[in-house]
């Protein structure tokens, strides 16, 4: 698996989000893009075929998490879609993850990536501890549910590029991570905390980086997505 830099391409509607694509029309290297709830929700299946059609990898970041024959169900219609990456909520046991594999594999056994959840960035210990009665430290849990979906048999998981390393040794090398929280190093954080650079995301050993703002907001994305590439493959 190669890695690669994928933009999440958090617009609110398709009219945004192809106007953004249109500026790479020009090149070479079409980016793998992420869609998330808010677009998927907002303008359907219509988008993810039109940016398929433009020759697109697609990452669709809808995050299932629901009974076993619920999300086996679901990631067949996802799986159908044509999508190169999809993911669920590891906190929806093994068996769930499992359905999930087996819903999205087609009849000729290929299927889409399909990568876990472990802690969403923005649950504290406090709350895991005070509202789920989970006493134990985030990271000892973000570790144990990557090693239930490297049992289930999933691909990988979504973590901060500064538990890449960590998880990778738990799990395998070729157990893959896709991390957000990348910066470069001479711009703003945002609202992001434990953020890293493309060129030291690699150094970790991030396999995807996810990059938002600092393409989509940038006065030259075209340029940003470029640096990003470089920074974090060596290539261009
Ligand atoms: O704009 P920015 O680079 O911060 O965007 C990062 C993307 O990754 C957003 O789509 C955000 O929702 C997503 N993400 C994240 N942290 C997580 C999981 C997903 O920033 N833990």
Redesign the pocket.
């Known amino acids: 698996m190669n890695r690669d830099v994928i933009i ?1 391409c ?1 617009f609110p509607n398709a009219g945004e989000t192809l106007a953004f694509l249109d500026k790479f029309n020009g090149e070479s290297r079409k980016p793998f893009l ?1 869609i ?1 709830m808010e677009l998927y929700y907002g303008a359907g299946n219509e988008i993810v075929k039109e940016i398929k059609r433009r020759g697109h990898k697609i990452f669709l ?1 809808l995050k299932l998490h629901d009974i076993p024959n619920t999300v086996r169900k679901a990631m067949k219609v996802l799986s159908a879609l044509d999508v190169d990456m999809v993911n669920v909520h590891a906190a929806g046991t093994i068996e769930m993850m499992r359905a999930a594999v087996e819903g999205l594999t087609r009849e000729d056994g290929t299927r889409p990536l399909l990568i876990a ?1 472990t802690q ?2 923005s649950t504290s210990e406090e709350a895991m501890r005070r509202q789920l009665l989970i006493d134990a430290t985030i990271g000892d849990t973000i570790i144990k549910y990557a090693e239930n979906a490297a049992e289930a048999g999933l691909d990988g998981v ?1 973590c ?1 590029p500064l538990e890449a390393g960590i998880v990778k040794e738990a799990c395998g090398r070729d157990f893959l991570t896709v991390t ?3 910066r470069f190093a001479d711009a703003a954080a ?3 905390v434990r953020i890293t650079t493309p060129a030291r995301a690699r150094e970790i050993g991030s396999d995807f980086i ?5 393409i ?1 907001a940038a006065a030259d994305p075209v340029a940003a997505y470029r640096r990003c590439v470089e920074d974090f493959t060596g290539e261009l």
Not at 210 to 214: L, T
Request: proline content about 9%.
């Open positions: 999440a958090d992420k998330g970041d959840v969403l960035t979504v901060s957000p929280g990348i945002d609202d992001q996810v990059v938002g703002r600092p989509t």
